[in-house]
């Protein structure tokens, strides 16, 4: 069956760009997730939406970076102006209550 | 704050051996623990969960330990094999589900 697919897999971005990056959840899941994982390390927590509710967005590293899911289902992570310090790859996970099941990631490198 | 840790960062095995990769966590009110697996430019797969009213926990060649005194988790998995070398997370989830990961462990199987 089809799992949580994240779009595009890689993006180059030089310095002070915007981005966008998608997340196709499972269909049905209520939560979704957004992680950030640094390299050699384990996924830390971004923000979290329940349907299209924001429930939680204490990750988020700073105003630069927003997220949105409007409709309930397809998700995006924008993040404005971007740092170097923003390189990571980005997770998205969707749960149907408590097992989150990930998403393959993107990965930003910012020039 | 709250923390996840691993023992060991990286682990080698022969092929046929058990394994056994530990974890310690510091929130005694954690209630849910999940055991991921992660292969090189993948997301992470679900491996096995166990709640707080529970010990131990058996799934297809993997179990999970779980001692709440210390507050500590294991993975047992048995008779390695090559497609099991991978990174392994432990997760515990902090009540709002959002997940807290450990380090990782870096499971490597000589064949």
């Known amino acids: 069956g089809a799992g949580v697919s994240q779009s595009p897999r890689y993006k180059v971005a030089k310095r002070g760009q915007d981005v966008a990056l998608r997340c196709d959840p499972i269909s049905g899941h209520v939560s979704l997730f957004w992680y950030q994982q640094a390299l050699g390390q384990g996924p830390e927590f971004l923000t979290y939406?329940?349907?299209?509710?924001?429930?939680?967005k204490s990750g988020l590293p700073s105003d630069r970076f927003f997220a949105e899911r409007p409709e309930g289902s397809v998700s995006t992570l924008k993040i404005q102006r971007t740092q170097q310090e923003d390189s990571a790859v980005y997770l998205c996970a969707s749960s149907p209550r408590d097992t989150q099941y990930f998403g393959p990631g993107t990965r930003l490198t910012v020039l | 704050g709250e923390s996840v840790g691993l023992h060991l960062p990286t682990l080698s095995v022969q092929e046929g051996d058990n394994s056994i990769i530990n974890c310690a966590y510091s929130?005694?009110?954690?209630?849910?623990f999940i055991w991921y697996k992660q292969e090189s430019g993948k997301g992470p797969q679900f491996i096995i969960d166990?709640?707080?009213?529970?010990d131990k926990r058996q799934g297809q060649r993997v179990t999970v330990l779980l001692n709440k005194t210390v507050k500590h988790l294991s993975l047992q998995i048995a008779a390695t094999q090559p497609g099991d070398s991978a990174v392994y997370f432990c997760?515990?989830?902090?009540?709002?589900?959002?997940?807290?990961f450990g380090q990782g462990t870096e499971l490597s199987v000589k064949p």
């Open positions: 939406f329940q349907n299209e509710a924001q429930l939680d």
């Open positions: 997760a515990t989830d902090n009540q709002g589900g959002k997940l807290i």
């Open positions: 166990i709640r707080s009213n529970m």
């Open positions: 929130n005694s009110a954690s209630d849910y």
